[in-house]
């Protein structure tokens, strides 16, 4: 597992941990099962204290992506890769319904979203 | 171990670069045994050198802030007290040997017998004075450090030597010397027992002091 | 099971014109914790008292669970300490230190010694005065790893050293914590040093307590705000501590409740060395 902090984000160092495990976990990098470092391990590779490491793998644990196993370590979940999956359709329902709101306030017709959806999906696959 | 033994340990180790001081000790009191001195003289001699230089050890604890290394080991600060006064009076012991051993020699070059009730009485006298002078450094040094308390410090000594020498004194010294030598048991006792009451009481003192003191 | 290896419960120490007011912490096993404030706040007599250098007036201070007055000498078998000079004589050489140290500790590990001398690269021969300020602290450090202490006390261990070597010294810190058995008391006004690596904090400000707790908490709770000289209130001023007025605005440190009533202005994460220069610029908060 490799993680790369940046100081000068806006976002905390615990929830930069967070977001780049999880990134992995969907990449495949990091697979079902997979030991994680320790929290004091992680800790020092990175230069930061124990509270964060921790804070960020309880967090982790609570959302259902890891598992903490007494005495061995964390690991990661069977069922973490569907979960963040489930997580990113939630934000893409989300997002597609802001869409549609910010549509209808411009009165655009279901046909000319659906265009529009079709129009950027081509671009984005060039 | 016990506590203060291993202060009065790390003393030694911390004095050992300063033990060609001790070799001008040596060379004093050669020099008055060749004058032919009486045991008593020269123990005295002996006794009131190395008071002069047990202030050595306070210098170099405040050069060296050491301070610090005795409140961070695990003695306590009777520990500390104690070590230093054992230290203090082991070198006093040691150096009796020496300038007994000296005297013997001496004695034996000179074809003259070994006096061993002068000995005694040298170690009762040169205690006391070493008691005297040393009891009241002792707490001055724990109280202010070893810069401040060097000038009170001299006192003691200055107050030994003026007794010695200023000549309205030696002939009231004269009376007490004669008394002296016509009792010479009970001055031994009371000498070796007024030598303990001072260096307990100034051992007191002196932890009192010490507690009251920032120590790092 | 004792949990928290250091704590202390509202010491006082008053001097002539210098109190120590009500001072508390906690510091759990495994963590680091850093000792923070500006020059003259009360760092070092903290520690002091920590150690019975020092008579504290009241309060109660605990070493692995036990009084530090009644418990002295065992609790310092297990404790190391640091300063910021070298306590050792400056005409031993580096091995009479281990012989003289090693005096007071049952449980000394002459081969963690030696470790340690290879590690930081400490000739054995070499007098202490032939020293640099960087090895001599690190033979106080080689000193103190090598008795098994479970609590190390540094008091401004790093404040003359160039960065290089301070890195270092936080790299051996994280590695002395990590077994979790372990933990570090950390003095310094160098507050770098700390942010990144410190679980806890305790800031200390002209003998108050401004702050003891996690290192997310305190962050979280200031913020530096900096705004237009017209957008800065009667009110707005009064909740700011170190304020600075610039021909461009101004700025200076606010508490986060405080903060959120003031969206016109800029808030900012407020680093340790704000709130350090802010507290000791104008009055605790």
């Known amino acids: 597992m490799e993680i790369v902090i940046s100081n000068s984000s806006s976002s905390p160092i615990y929830a930069q941990i967070k977001e780049q495990v999880k990134a992995q976990i969907l990449s495949g990098e990091l697979v079902e099962d997979e030991m994680l470092p320790s929290l004091r391990q992680l800790a020092k590779d990175l230069k930061i204290s124990v509270l964060t490491t921790t804070r960020a793998y309880n967090e982790l644990e609570q959302e259902g992506f890891i598992t903490s196993r007494q005495g061995k370590g964390f690991f990661v979940m069977s069922s973490s890769s569907n979960l963040i999956r489930e997580q990113l359709i939630k934000e893409v329902e989300n997002n597609l319904n802001n869409a549609i709101q910010a549509a209808q306030r411009a009165s655009m017709s279901d046909d000319e979203i659906i265009s529009l959806l079709r129009l950027l999906l081509e671009v984005k696959n060039d | ?216 | 099971m004792i949990d928290n290896y250091l704590e202390l419960k509202d010491v006082n120490k008053s001097f002539p014109g210098f109190k120590l007011n009500n001072i508390s912490l906690s510091l759990p096993k495994g963590y680091i914790m850093g000792l923070v404030g500006p020059n003259g706040a009360g760092k070092t007599t903290t520690i002091q008292l920590i150690l019975n250098m020092l008579e504290k007036d009241t309060g109660e201070i605990f070493v692995f669970g036990k009084d530090n007055v009644k418990n002295e000498n065992a609790i310092k078998q297990d404790v190391g300490v640091v300063f910021d000079s070298i306590f050792y004589v400056d005409s031993w050489t580096v091995k009479d230190t281990e012989k003289a140290v090693s005096i007071f500790y049952e449980d000394w590990k002459h081969d963690v010694f030696s470790e340690m001398l290879k590690r930081f690269d400490l000739p054995q021969g070499k007098k202490v005065r032939e020293l640099s300020r960087g090895m001599q602290m690190k033979l106080m450090l080689a000193c103190a790893f090598s008795h098994n202490a479970k609590l190390l006390i540094l008091d401004e261990p790093t404040s003359g050293l160039d960065p290089a070597i301070r890195d270092e010294f936080l790299e051996i810190l994280q590695e002395y914590i990590k077994d979790g058995e372990r933990s570090v008391l950390f003095s310094t006004h160098i507050t770098t040093d700390l942010e990144r690596v410190a679980d806890y904090i305790t800031l200390i400000n002209r003998g108050e307590l401004v702050y003891t707790g996690s290192m997310e908490g305190l962050i979280d709770s200031y913020r530096l705000i900096k705004g237009r000289a017209r957008d800065l209130t009667a009110e707005l001023e009064k909740s700011i501590v170190g304020l600075r007025k610039t021909d461009m605005g101004f700025e200076g440190l606010i508490g986060e409740k405080d903060a959120v009533k003031y969206k016109n202005c800029v808030l900012d994460a407020a680093t340790i060395d704000d709130i350090v220069i802010c507290m000791s610029k104008g009055g605790v908060r």
Do not use: H
């Open chain 2, 1 to 216: 171990m016990t506590g203060f033994l291993r202060i009065t340990k790390l003393d030694f180790f911390t004095m050992k670069s300063q033990f060609a001081v001790y070799l001008s000790l040596i060379l004093i009191v050669m020099m008055f045994g060749f004058m032919g001195s009486s045991a008593t003289v020269l123990c005295i001699t002996g006794a009131w050198f190395v008071a002069l230089m047990s202030s050595n050890i306070f210098a170099i604890q405040e050069k060296n802030n050491l301070d610090r290394l005795y409140g961070s080991v695990s003695v306590s600060l009777k520990d500390i007290v104690l070590g230093r006064y054992v230290f203090i009076f082991l070198n006093y012991l040691i150096s009796f040997f020496v300038v007994i051993a000296l005297y013997s020699c001496f004695s034996l070059f000179q074809n003259k017998a070994l006096e061993l009730s002068d000995i005694i009485l040298g170690f009762s006298l040169s205690f006391l004075v070493f008691s005297v002078i040393t009891g009241i450094q002792m707490p001055l040094f724990f109280k202010m450090g070893y810069t401040k308390a060097k000038g009170w410090s001299l006192v003691p000594f200055i107050a030994v030597m003026a007794l010695v020498v200023i000549p309205s004194f030696v002939s009231a010294l004269s009376g007490i010397v004669e008394f002296m030598q016509s009792n010479q048991n009970a001055l031994i006792g009371v000498g070796i027992l007024a030598s303990c009451i001072i260096q307990f009481l100034s051992y007191q003192i002196a932890v009192a002091f010490y507690r009251k003191r920032k120590r790092g």
